[in-house]
């Protein structure tokens, strides 16, 4: 009969870069970055991406639903992540069903995909990482897609770059590569969730508007004028990679931080150093890097990293429960809650959000 539907639901949490990726080596659409990158995953029960795909030969086109809204799959990276995940399809067979599909049926059927996020989309909280990310493992799996997490990871990047490097979890390395079809740019794990998991992520949402220039628009402006990111590309970051690798490693979070601040840093001044410049912390985000300084530095050793990505979000990695707890305080301390807001504060296990 032709009345079925096959579907598969996946869940993937966004990363976060504590070195970061900033800019493409060209402008093709492969998104081939001019350094090496490393991220956290986070936990998948807080944000994350759940996606529901499913196929039908009563579909009549690909459709896509973001958060309830239908949105358009006509954009050239949706279509490259379809068509690469298509590409590597294989026979599907669901005898309890009486399904069969070969490999060649699948560039004739249609898909439908319902994507949702747990957090607020396009506010510099990565929410297109988990996103293609998401939607490249699901369809790897509803596809019997023989490929394993590495070279989903190099479809997944031509989605979003940063995507990447959400199909591991723990710690993961978005190696460069160097070939010009984009083969060997893809993500490789460093270290396992369990590897290192006495630090906390605090995530304090400063605003959950959407940002002003796309990471799209902002690196091809970067790349096109700024003289410092050559430098940070060819002398620093190659540097901070094997440091970062090493206080991974050996779980030490002194270096951790100290590489994980700097790179945060010199990624905004980077954004500063842009013709027109970019800004993407506002005064909240510069309060929260004073007080996290002035503590690490009134103490015998650091005990919160900070990191900002596109937009003026903080993400503060705290040693361990401890010092998330102290954290936590410090920031009702500076920022206080009025009555009005209290409802919109989330304040859990390992997060502190206020809208
Ligand atoms: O993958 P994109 O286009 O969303 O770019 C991500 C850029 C940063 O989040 C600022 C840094 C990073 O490495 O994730």
């Known amino acids: 009969s032709q009345n079925w539907v096959l579907m598969v639901t996946a869940q993937t949490p966004t990363n976060i870069a504590v070195i970061k990726y900033w800019g493409k080596r060209d402008d093709s659409t492969l998104i081939l970055p001019v350094n090496d990158s490393i991220s956290v995953t986070l936990d998948p029960n807080h944000l994350c991406t759940t996606n529901t795909v499913a196929v039908s030969p009563i579909f009549q086109q690909d459709r896509m639903w973001l958060n309830a809204n239908e949105i358009s799959l006509s954009g050239g990276r949706f279509q490259s992540c379809l068509r690469e995940i298509r ?22 059927l249609y898909l439908h995909i319902a994507s949702y996020n747990n957090f607020p989309t396009a506010a ?34 031509q989605g979003s770059g940063s995507a990447c490097r959400s199909l591991y979890g723990g710690f993961v390395k978005w190696v460069m590569g160097k070939e010009e079809n984009g083969s060997d740019s893809l993500a490789v794990q460093l270290a396992d969730e369990k590897h290192w998991d006495d630090l906390v992520i605090v ?99 650091p005990q919160v990293a900070y990191t900002f990505d596109a937009g003026p979000n903080a993400v503060l990695i705290a040693r361990d429960r401890k010092a998330a707890a102290l954290l936590i305080q410090r920031l009702l301390y500076y920022f206080p ?18 809208d």
């Open 87 to 108: 590409s590597h399809a294989c026979d599907v067979e669901d005898k309890k069903k009486g399904i069969k599909i070969t490999k060649e049926d699948w560039s004739k």
């Open 337 to 354: 809650p009025s009555s009005d807001d209290l409802n919109s504060y989330i304040i859990g296990d390992n997060s502190i959000a206020k």
């Open 203 to 301: 995530i304090a949402v400063v605003s959950s508007r959407q940002k002003e220039t796309s990471s799209t628009s902002g690196m091809r402006e970067t790349v096109e004028t700024s003289l410092l990111l050559q430098h940070r590309a060819k002398e620093v970051v190659p540097k901070r990679i094997l440091q970062m690798e090493q206080a991974i490693r050996n779980r030490d979070f002194p270096s951790f931080s100290r590489l994980t601040c700097a790179d945060s840093n010199q990624f905004h001044a980077v954004c500063l150093d842009t013709s027109p410049p970019i800004f993407y912390m506002n005064d909240t985000s510069h309060r929260i890097i004073s007080i996290v300084e002035k503590w690490n530095r009134s103490e015998e050793a």
């Open 124 to 157: 510099g909280l990565a929410s297109s990482a988990a996103g293609f990310a998401c939607l490249v493992y699901a369809l790897g799996k509803l596809m019997n897609v023989k490929e394993d997490e590495s070279q989903l990871s190099a479809i997944a990047r």
